[in-house]
């Protein structure tokens, strides 16, 4: 096989006079210039000009106007004194982004852009060298073209050699989000609505306290002077927020941090370089522009560069650019040629191309040729190497992010970090994320809260006011200083109703909450990466799962198969398949010549390469599918798989590619190695999607006993008999495999030969023609669903979320699975990506609550099903792996990467990492999404209860006071509201997920963060502890006057126990009246009410002082206790009362639905309903039935 580099190349064209034989005659004029650049590659400037051109056809003359791409930085050199290269990072980005061998040859090919980074192409770079010349583009533009230079490499003074490619390049490290400090997120978790207010209530407050405490002295109950305390209240509440927006940031920073520490753990690992004329291994991170790498099967490529040497060098750049052909990789001047040869095959465009005389080439300035030395960046080979068959042409790029499929080779590389194709890819997707459902509506109530405790404010200080003046009438204070203090104890008297009615512990119970969850997620395999992600997964309402590694365990596994036509085999056959081989039998049933084709057809036609595992034992790197088939042949005793590839020599590889279903291998039998004898032999090994196997072959292997493989003709009872098989397997959820051979007696079979380097281009087609192949077999593998998977699918039905299955694979192995899985249910709809994708939008809008399998569908079908399900009110939850999976990731309201097999962009576009790749781990996800949810709205119950009670006795007691003095003084509404109900907001808001979170629907968007029930509690215990409190202060019943200091303690203690045990009973919010249940799973639940009491306790009898308190007895306390404890059975009472009774209040029917309409199953579940249940019957989308519908011929 010739080498894919050349010893003696070509003259290479690098001037517009010398193009003549790359063009016929006639024909219209090309412009070329360069593609539009990419958002993340727009950094050089760029000029349109307006060209009239007026070109000349056999039949007319017209005139149009083109305009045309100018990048004029791309061939100017740089006037940077402190660069000694010839190129800036800009420059050689424009050669990869997109491809543009134009460009390469402008700059003189491989060597001149090895010469202009001072780069070694044999040897290497040598890290202690220094750099004492500087190289200028003019000059490395000018050797190309035999141009003496006028602009000579200058000698400099001798700088360090990879401190300076540093410094112009940068390294191949990703900077790191623009970490935010402490203090910035210290900032950004102030800027809460709620936090706002309750800190400007606080300074108003403190100012106030300050004011008091100077301007107006306070005595004790014996007469005695004391210093004044009322400045503590708005102290301890701007500590309190101090609080809040600690632990928030502090938690965001951790978090942030413990991702960093992982992905830099995670994205280091070791290349092969050239460095110094020696092979060695460096980090990837140590990469620099102008090292030398090498590549090898099943490695990702970490930076930019272009093609040295190698052999047979393919790559899979699919990752990176979405195109599943596998790129060959060649020198230079072998693509050159390749394109000449293009044009002169394409004689028809060749004389389209040659009327105008300006080349396609990029070309330097030339004193012979002024007109022809435009700047403009020419991408005419890349457009006509695409627009040749659809085919991928070999070019001379290595792309970052890509995979080697198979070959060996070099590069130099010419990009990294940033300036990368992978790194402009993953800088792209660095947004900022959307606010979430829950922070929508926390902002509203915030601000719902802001009006409500303004308009309370505002009507006290009114009635206060009113009744002030009023008393003048029985005579006016004699000193004006009496008049401010009485208006400035008014004052502070509203300043106590702000601040009672912001709920200063809701910030910290939805930070505290999602703080609990991420950390407890994380032991359920759930990696955290967006806070908010948490909430937001509680709601979802749908999710687009992978089927491969998620669903499945991605453990592909040879479990049955069909040699010949008639010779079957299974692992661990039941006692009744007589006629079916247990696979270990297969080497003493089958004849020998037969199985040793197996064994070559299988070991040569993969790209699968022996490896180690993390562990570092054996193991099989690549492709799943090939990973299971040489695992097969091993277990019928094959020689090693390496062993036989090096035993014949590869003529020539056809990739596999998405277009022909199908890869092929050509090997050369020399002659004393096949029956023929007289001469050597060209086998091609083929395999593929078995239906179009089986359509190309011929004849079939037969399973006869003798020297040589024997086979016969492939007969119609024979096809129709391996078409039931082939059904039979995929209806198993078996993924199917057609293997087949054919011989040539030479090669290639036009009898073209290799030239320039490069393998004569033979079609594929020619392999397969006159339906040449002979069948070898059909080979089912299972890739068995993971455990777990079925009972998944079903809580997250029970749980109202719709789960559809997105998968490349073809429609009857999708079906087969999914209808495993419980995904297809009766009523279902199943429909292919390319049919899906070109629905007009009402038709997809119709289609899409029924969808439950996308098959053979794309990256980019995935996008569109993920936005239309969005545009259409879904909160959407997406499974992904692959870096084209990025923009669905990313545009999904929760993503979800895999930890194992995903790739480094979908981890980073992705919401949330599955650590162990498994869909369970996703209803796990949903339980903790809705746990957070409902610590939330617990713990605003029970504040919005405190809120409201505290008020209204505020309110009424201030205006009923004769000294117009709240009940509940300021110190003491700031212990209940700020710091019982921060300990509540830990108690509450981190009770454990419990399979009960899965027997309700999600909530939808436009759902109340209030619900009915809410309202009926939070409005039915406050009117119990307001007509409570009310009773004991102005009743009578305890023969103390209202203003007495024992008979305020006794109303201020009963006011806390209420809450205390208020707090049991708002751990459920629903209507079931078990309100212990799972009580002791939440210890934090147990020690927060324990301190409370303890507090209170201390509170009455020792800080009388501070809180203007005395010690009471014990028939107090009991009293105190005993009335708190009949909040549990007025919550069971406020329980038994119909929603329905309610049902006046809403007069709207959305909003009536939304309170009354039970739970939610989502924007498209009533449409859903039948598939849901399982209910009507098995339907499928008629417009499908357009589309030849080619089972199993996707990706193997």
Known sequence: MASDSNDKPPAIVTHPDELGSYHGT?????????????????????????????????????????????????????????NPFAFIPSQLEALMDPKNLDLLIKYGGLEGVARGLHAE????????????????????????????????????????????RTHVFGTNVLPQIKGKNIFQLMFLAFRDKTLILLGIAAIISLAVGIYESIAIPEYDNEGHKVMGIKWVEG??????????????????????????????????????????????????????????????????????????????????ESAATGESDAVRKLDWRACVHKIYQLKGDNNEEAEEHNHQKSSDYLVPPSPNNRVASSSSVGTATTRLATAHSGKSMPDPFIISGSKVLEGVGTYLVTSVGIHSYH???????????????????????????????????????????????????????????????????????????????????????VTLALAYATRRMLKDNNLVRVLASCE?????????????????????????????????????????????????????????????LIH?????????????????????IGNKTESALLSFISETESEHFETLRRQHEVEQVFPFSSERKAMATIIKIPSDENEKGSQPIYRAHIKGASEIIVQHCSRVLAVDQGDHVQTRAFTEADRTQIDHIIQTYASQSLRTIGIAYRDFTHWPPNGSSATNGIEPDVPYDDLIQDQGLTLVGIIGIEDPLRPGVKDAVRQCQQAGVFIRMVTGDNVVTAKSIARQCGIYTTGGLIMEGPVFRHLPPSEMDAVIPRLQVLARSSPEDKRILVERLKEMGEIVAVTGDGTNDGPALKLADVGFSMGIAGTEVAKEASSIILMDDNFASIVRAIMWGRCVNDGVRKFLEFQLTVNVTAVVLTFISGVASEEQKSVLTAVQLLWVNLIMDTLAALALATD????????????????????????????GQSIFQIIVTFVLLYGGILDYH??????????????????????????????????????????????????????????????????????????????????????????????????????????????????????????????????????????????SEEVDIKKNQDSY
């Open 423 to 509: 790194g402009r890819t993953m800088m792209a997707l660095r947004t900022e994320d959307e606010i979430t459902p829950l922070q929508v509506k926390l902002n509203g109530l915030a601000g719902m809260i802001t009006k409500l405790g303004s308009i309370a404010a505002v009507l006290m200080l009114v009635a206060l006011l009113i009744r002030y003046f009023v008393g003048f009438r029985h005579g006016i204070p004699s000193e004006p200083t009496e008049i401010v203090s009485d208006v400035m104890s008014i004052l502070i008297l509203v300043v106590t109703v702000i601040v009672v009615a912001v709920p200063e512990g809701l910030p910290l119970a």
């Open 992 to 1019: 454990p997920p419990t399979e009960e979170l899965l027997q309700r629907g999600p909530q939808p968007k436009s759902a109340p963060l209030i619900s009915l029930q809410m309202w009926k509690m939070i409005i």
């Open 1042 to 1183: 209202p203003e007495d200091t024992i008979l305020q303690t006794i109303v201020f203690n009963t006011f806390v126990f209420c809450q205390i045990f208020n707090e049991i009973n708002c751990r459920r919010i629903d209507r079931k009246l078990n309100i212990f249940h799972n009580i002791w799973a939440n210890k934090f639940f147990i020690i927060v009410f324990i301190v409370c009491i303890f507090l209170q306790a201390v509170i009455v009898n020792f800080a009388g002082v501070a809180f203007q308190v005395v010690q009471i007895d014990g028939p107090s306390w009991a009293i105190a206790i005993v009335v708190g404890m009949f909040s549990l059975p007025v919550g069971v009472l406020v329980r038994l009362i119909p929603d329905s009774w309610f049902g006046f209040l809403f007069r709207n029917p959305n909003t009536r639905r939304r309170y009354l309409g039970g739970d939610y199953k989502g924007p498209l579940m009533s449409a859903g309903s039948l598939y849901m249940a399982g209910n009507g019957n098995d339907t499928t989308y008629d417009k």
């Open 600 to 620: 070559q057809g299988i070991a040569v036609n993969s790209t699968a390469f022996q490896g180690k595992d993390e562990s570092g034992s054996p193991t099989i």
């Open 536 to 596: 937001t997964m509680g709601n979802a309402t749908t999710v687009c799962s992978d089927k491969t590694g998620t669903l499945t365990q991605n453990k592909m596994t040879v479990v049955a198969g069909t040699l010949g036509s008639s010779f079957r085999f299974r692992r661990d056959p039941s006692d009744s398949q007589t006629d079916v081989f247990n696979v270990p039998n297969i080497i003493n049933k089958l004849p020998k010549p037969a199985l040793e």
């Open 26 to 82: 006639g024909g219209e004029p090309t412009i070329v210039g360069t593609a539009t650049p990419s958002p993340v590659t727009s950094t050089t400037k760029e000029v349109t000009i307006a060209t009239t051109i007026t070109t000349t056809t056999s039949s007319s003359t017209t005139g149009e106007e083109i305009k045309i791409d100018m990048r004029e930085d791309l061939v100017t050199a740089h006037n940077d004194n402190n």
């Open 121 to 164: 192409l044999h040897t290497g770079l040598s890290p202690n060298a220094e750099i004492s010349n500087k190289v200028t583009l003019n000059s490395i533009m000018n050797e190309s073209n035999n141009t003496n230079s006028a602009n000579a490499d200058t000698s400099i003074k001798p700088i360090n050699n990879l401190e300076q």
């Open 235 to 316: 102290l301890v509440i701007i500590c309190a927020i101090t609080i809040v927006v600690l632990v928030g940031s502090i938690n965001d920073f951790q978090k942030d941090k413990q991702f960093r520490k992982l992905n830099a753990k995670k994205e280091d690992r070791q290349v092969k370089a050239t460095r110094s004329g020696n092979t060695t291994m460096i980090s990837v991170h140590d990469i620099q522009v102008g090292d030398i790498l090498h590549l090898e099967p099943g490695e990702v490529i970490p930076s930019d560069g272009i093609f040295i040497e190698g052999h047979n060098l393919k790559c899979d």
